[in-house]
């Protein structure tokens, strides 16, 4: 792969290519040594632009993005340069502005050119595409920003119902502490279970309002009702 210009785009078409796996290419560009350092991060080759049509001879791809104000890839020249190549197929794309390479090279034999307006077509045929897949995209984040909102209001039902819990055992213990003085040492066992199943059983409506309510006003009820506030 020839790259033909070292500029902001020509960077962004380097590491899409070297992403891609490529591992073959020369930078050619007026200012040498904007050229060696854009190659360096991707042991890339450099050469001088008066070697242009040599590097073409050897490449498969040419890709240009130049600052020129004329086209710097002439159809005679690369006329020249296919018989030299013995027409092996030569792979043009001229993303620069105004273009980089004479439109007539396309006619010659096994030259395929591309330009701006034929990417542009390209990127619009790929948006279209994509613009259909939205409302399924949307779709998909609908469903799972519902099920984000369940899950959280669940934790936040789940912590609670602890919290609670563990509060109204303190208040248990505390109570039947309180009142052992009151009953036989023998009998504080009994006082224990039968403090233990009368809070399971005076707790059982809060919990499962709490777990099967409204995850809003539903919660901020049962909490200033039992004080956790």
């Known amino acids: 792969i020839l790259l033909v210009g070292a500029g902001d785009i020509a960077q962004v078409a380097l590491m899409n290519l070297a992403k891609q796996g490529a591992n073959r290419i020369t930078i050619i560009n007026r200012t040498l040594q904007k050229a060696h350092d854009m190659a360096r991060p991707f042991q890339a080759q450099v050469r001088p632009f008066s070697e242009l049509y040599e590097a073409m001879q050897e490449a498969d791809i040419v890709l240009t993005s130049t600052a020129a104000k004329q086209p710097i890839i002439k159809t005679e020249l690369t006329r020249d340069?296919?018989?030299?190549?013995?027409?092996?197929?030569?792979?043009?794309?001229?993303?620069?502005?105004?273009?980089?390479?004479?439109?007539?090279?396309?006619?010659?034999?096994?030259?395929?050119?591309?330009?701006?307006?034929?990417?542009?077509?390209?990127?619009?045929?790929?948006?279209?595409?994509?613009?259909?897949?939205?409302?399924?995209?949307?779709?998909?984040?609908?469903?799972?920003?519902?099920?984000?909102?369940?899950?959280?209001?669940?934790?936040?039902?789940?912590?609670?119902?602890?919290?609670?819990?563990?509060?109204?055992?303190?208040?248990r213990q505390q109570t039947v502490e309180k009142n052992r003085k009151h009953f036989l040492q023998e009998d504080w066992d009994q006082m224990d279970k039968f403090s233990k199943s009368l809070l399971k059983a005076i707790m059982h409506s809060p919990y499962m309002q709490l777990h099967n309510g409204d995850h809003g006003c539903g919660r901020c009820t049962i909490r200033q009702v039992f004080g956790l506030e």
């Open 81 to 171: 340069l296919m018989n030299r190549r013995k027409n092996r197929p030569l792979f043009l794309i001229d993303i620069a502005v105004p273009r980089d390479i004479e439109p007539n090279i396309r006619d010659l034999y096994n030259t395929f050119l591309y330009d701006i307006d034929d990417l542009e077509q390209v990127v619009a045929k790929t948006l279209d595409a994509r613009r259909k897949e939205i409302p399924q995209a949307e779709n998909i984040i609908e469903q799972e920003i519902a099920s984000l909102q369940e899950w959280l209001a669940t934790q936040k039902v789940v912590s609670t119902i602890k919290e609670l819990s563990l509060h109204m055992e303190e208040l």
